[in-house]
């Protein structure tokens, strides 16, 4: 089925079911992410950190400060939201939610991928839509790998510049692609095509997983790559595996396979640990399974630099903005009590001091 569908695809005989099975899709994208069942939220490596607590911090709460730089930008958070939906008629509304809630509090925010317009004109109107709302919001486009190879320079530039974007995000799905029926499971050529779009974008190109997390030598060789910052999307949160699969019914080849797969991946703490050991000239930011201000907290104390949050943000906005606004005040408050029980009023203190253990009691 997935090589019939691409030829007819390439053809441009087909262009209007191929958009059709795009909606499809990521409606069902949306209604299955928000099951627990496709969370592996014990597989993150969070529940093993613990902070140090500080009993005497010598501060005061107010003076505890969360600001940031994006990229030379100031902003007034480390967070951002994790790149989400796109290209499908419920998209608008909840990236409207989003873009608002984001743009009031300072977040960053990822649109989902933005690869419809690279077959229909038409859907660059949701992007311009989308900056019009809010022309102060920092904004990421988005694109996959898969399509970022075969795409050419001057389609992915209008990406960016109908977005106005700020940064792409180039997110990387390897178990996704091999287990969705439509997918394109093809990365050759992946690292020259990143360079590619990395050298010739003039905003920075931060390269992204979707849940499977990034290896130590992945990381190595994304040194070279000229990408801005590795999210390193860990493992811990939403399994894009498990998602594909519960898209397929019981008894089906690609359902069975998921379940096999369905904690594959590289733990969100691991891959922060490891992209701090490769030391690349490339910011960290640390997403997959973050669901409090205290897990945004440990992550930032690994040395991450940014804190992304997908799932439960998306869950937040279809309740409505003013649930998403709190969940997002919440994160921000837990993560300036974190700093004050450990004793700092800003989070870059905790890349000069250790503030953190693991879970099991030492005993030296
Ligand atoms: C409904 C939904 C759609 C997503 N679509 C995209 C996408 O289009 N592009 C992308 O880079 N990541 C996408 N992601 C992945 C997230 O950006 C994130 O990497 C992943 O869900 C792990 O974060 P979480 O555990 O906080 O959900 C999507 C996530 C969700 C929940």
């Known amino acids: 089925m997935r090589g019939v569908f691409k030829v007819k695809r390439e053809d441009g005989q ?15 994208h949306i209604r299955i992410a928000l099951s ?31 600001s940031s730089t994006f990229f030379g930008r100031r902003s007034p958070v480390p967070f951002y939201v994790s790149s989400m939906t796109a290209g499908h008629p419920e998209a608008p509304k909840i990236n409207s939610i989003l873009v608002r809630a984001a743009s009031r509090r300072g977040w960053p925010m990822g649109v989902g991928s933005q690869r419809r317009e690279l077959t ?25 790998m898969a399509e970022l190879i075969r ?14 974007a700020d940064a792409f995000f180039v997110h990387c799905n390897p178990l996704q692609e091999g287990l969705q029926a439509e997918g394109n499971p093809n990365y050759k050529g992946s690292y020259s095509a990143l360079e590619r779009v990395a050298r010739a974008l003039s905003i920075p190109v931060v ?18 790559s000229g990408v801005a910052a590795v999210d390193v999307a860990g493992l811990g949160g939403t399994h894009w595996g498990r998602v594909e699969g519960y ?12 379940k096999n797969f369905a904690d594959w991946g590289i733990p969100t703490v691991q891959s922060i640990l490891w992209a701090k050991e490769v030391g690349g000239d490339f910011d960290v930011w640390a997403s997959g399974g ?41 994160f921000e408050f837990e993560l300036r009590l974190a700093l004050f029980c450990t004793g700092q009023n800003h989070y870059r203190n ?14 030296s």
């Open 247 to 258: 898209r397929n019914p019981a008894g089906h080849l690609l359902h069975e396979s998921a």
């Open 207 to 224: 390269v992204k997983e979707t849940g499977c997390g990034f290896s130590r030598q992945t990381m190595e060789r994304l040194k070279t």
């Open 36 to 66: 627990e069942a496709v969370q592996t939220r014990a597989a993150s490596g969070l529940d093993e950190i613990c902070l140090l607590h500080e009993a005497i911090p010598d501060l005061d709460f107010s003076e505890v400060d969360l």
């Open 350 to 363: 905790w890349k000069q001091q250790k503030v953190w253990r693991w879970k099991s009691i030492e005993t």
């Open 151 to 164: 795409a050419r320079l001057e389609d992915i530039q209008r990406l960016v510049d109908h977005l106005e």
């Open 290 to 330: 973050i669901r409090h201000g205290l897990d945004a907290a440990k992550v930032l104390s690994l040395g991450a630099d940014r804190v992304g949050i997908a799932q439960p943000l998306l869950a937040a906005a279809l309740q409505g903005e003013e649930q998403l606004d709190h969940l997002m005040s919440r």
């Open 120 to 144: 229909d004109p038409a859907a660059a109107k949701e992007w311009r839509d989308l900056r019009r709302e809010c022309p102060a919001a920092i904004l990421l486009g988005n694109l996959g």
């Open 14 to 28: 087909h262009v209007s079911d191929f958009n059709s099975q795009f909606e499809a899709r990521k409606q069902d």
